[in-house]
């Protein structure tokens, strides 16, 4: 990485290209061999933090086409395609799925392939495998396992830690074990395990610098201060419903309305209808920048809609305005369908 801008430094003219916009990289790297080295350093995405041109993008893998993950930019409203997951699990779903360090991680997860002749599953319900992708080599890497096969789990990121808990191990089995992973040393940890488990899908949201899981159906929430104490059990009365955070809130959608959930309270707030998405089951819902997101899903049979319809529709909601509107921007352009995982990726 020699000579990339006459007459400056390389590391003046590095900061220079951390300005350039994501999506315009792959035109970036047509100029010159040493442009294209630049932009598939590492060193550009510490350029990028230190100058204040991070970006968050959206992140989602859905129904079809399997395997196939996609970033949307807010900015430009517009979406790129990653190269293919290359796990030999065909139609990965139930997977857990977050970002750190500039990186997207998938984990655990099982088939939702079906036989065409038979309408069988393919029979794997939970594995341990972890895939970390690349934004700036573009590549999947293989990481290393988690302790546990796991699927419908809980999974965040503190501290710039992974943390997974809860879950199946098959689909009559669940399981209390929690797990931490450092992504910079590639090891997962044992970490103490759930106070209860139960037969539900579990997810887990950070708020205020907690972990907490939340079983499907339950109105318990457990609690994970850090890592080096046991989950403590509350019961905050939460809606059950889709949920995001937003700015550090809780947001549920829920009987027709996204409310604002005040944490530890069982005070609700209701923010603005969503009686348009009654029909539509399967969406994925996610906080961004100041904005909830409702992207994808499915439209089912309805009184005067008898097609089941796969969705690339993205709807967006400034939760953030004294009058918030719902608004329609650039749906997905190769992901259809149910959300099987969606996160951020702050690159």
């Known amino acids: 990485m020699s000579g990339l801008i006459d007459g400056l430094p ?24 040493s442009w294209r080295a630049a932009l598939n350093s590492p060193e550009l995405f510490n350029a990028r933090r230190e100058v204040g041109a991070s970006e968050e993008l959206l992140c ?40 750190t360090g500039g990186k997207l991680f998938v984990l655990g997860g099982g088939s939702d392939a079906v036989d065409p002749l038979t309408g069988d599953h393919e029979g794997i319900f939970a594995t341990d495998e972890v895939w970390s ?11 290393a396992s988690m302790l546990v096969p796991r699927a419908m789990f809980a999974c965040c990121v503190l501290d710039g830690k992974i943390v997974v808990a809860g879950g199946f191990t098959n689909c009559r089995k669940s399981i209390s074990k929690a797990e931490i992973y450092d992504p910079e040393k ?31 159906g339950l109105s318990t929430v457990q609690v994970l201060e850090n890592t080096e104490h046991h989950w403590v059990v509350q019961d905050y009365g939460w809606l059950q419903g889709p949920m995001a955070v937003v700015r550090g809130e809780l947001y549920v959608l829920s009987h027709g309305f996204v409310f604002k959930q005040h944490k530890e309270q069982r005070l609700k707030k209701v923010v603005y209808s969503a009686l348009d998405f009654q029909s539509r089951i399967g969406f994925g819902m996610i906080g961004l920048g100041d904005e909830l997101y409702v992207i994808g899903g499915v439209n089912g ?3 005067w809609n008898l097609v089941i319809k796969l969705l690339s529709d993205v709807n967006v909601l400034a939760v953030g305005s004294e009058r918030p509107l719902w ?14 995982g969606c996160t951020i990726l702050r690159i």
Not at 78 to 91: C, D, E, G, K, Q
Request: charged share 15%; glycine share 4%.
């Open 10 to 33: 390389d590391a003046v003219a590095l900061r220079c290209l951390a300005h350039v916009p994501f999506h315009r990289h792959p035109h970036l790297q047509l100029v010159c061999r």
């Open 60 to 99: 989602v893998c859905a129904f079809e086409p399997e395997n196939t993950w996609q970033l949307y930019d807010p900015i430009s409203d517009l979406w790129m395609t990653l190269p293919v997951l290359p796990s030999a699990i065909r139609h990965l779903a139930h997977f857990g799925v977050v970002s």
């Open 327 to 340: 608004r329609e921007v650039a749906p997905m352009t190769q992901c259809r369908g149910s959300v099987l």
């Open 133 to 143: 992708y690349d934004p700036i080599l573009r590549v999947w890497a293989q990481r």
């Open 301 to 303: 049979p309805g009184r």
């Open 186 to 216: 590639d090891v997962w940890d044992p970490i103490p395990d759930l106070q209860h488990t139960h037969n539900s899908a579990c997810s887990g949201v950070v708020i205020g610098g907690k972990v907490h899981v939340l079983h499907k």
